[in-house]
């Protein structure tokens, strides 16, 4: 049978839209500092930015695939959109990266409770 579009499990709204905290941290910190080079140097370092664009998109998607338990399209999506969004010479990163990472830490304390309860009540319970 062929997957086709909407076969393959859903997460919910955490993992479809979540990243990481250590992703959504280093997405804004990155942002930040080739922005502020940016305009510091009035559009000059406009190519140290384009050029971490994709280093940082290669970082996000392996921390989404790692840590976050993205799979390889979701990860890619997310890696992508991180990566255009650092290349355009505006600041707007955070914007995507801070309801992305508070989704990643409602996803992250979801996983830890469950795993507790699990514990608690028998490996049967989390599932």
């Not at 941290?25 to 370092?45: E, N, P, Y």
């Not at 392996?62 to 840590?67: E, M, N, S, T």
């Amino acid at each position: 049978m062929q997957a086709g579009f909407g076969s393959h499990r859903t997460g919910g709204i955490l993992q479809t839209y979540g990243l990481d905290i250590r992703a959504a941290g280093l997405v804004v910190l990155v942002d930040s500092l080739v922005f502020g080079g940016t305009i510091t140097s009035m559009g000059a370092l406009y190519a140290v930015e384009v050029a971490a664009a994709p280093v940082l998109a290669y970082i996000t998607y392996r921390i989404q695939r790692r840590w976050y338990g993205d799979d390889h399209e979701a990860a890619l999506i997310k890696a992508l959109v991180i990566g255009l969004l650092t290349a355009i010479p505006v600041p707007i990163s955070a914007i995507i990266a801070g309801p992305g990472g508070a989704l990643g830490l409602l996803h992250a304390a979801r996983a830890k409770a469950m795993r507790g309860l699990a514990g608690a009540f028998g490996r049967n319970f989390a599932r």
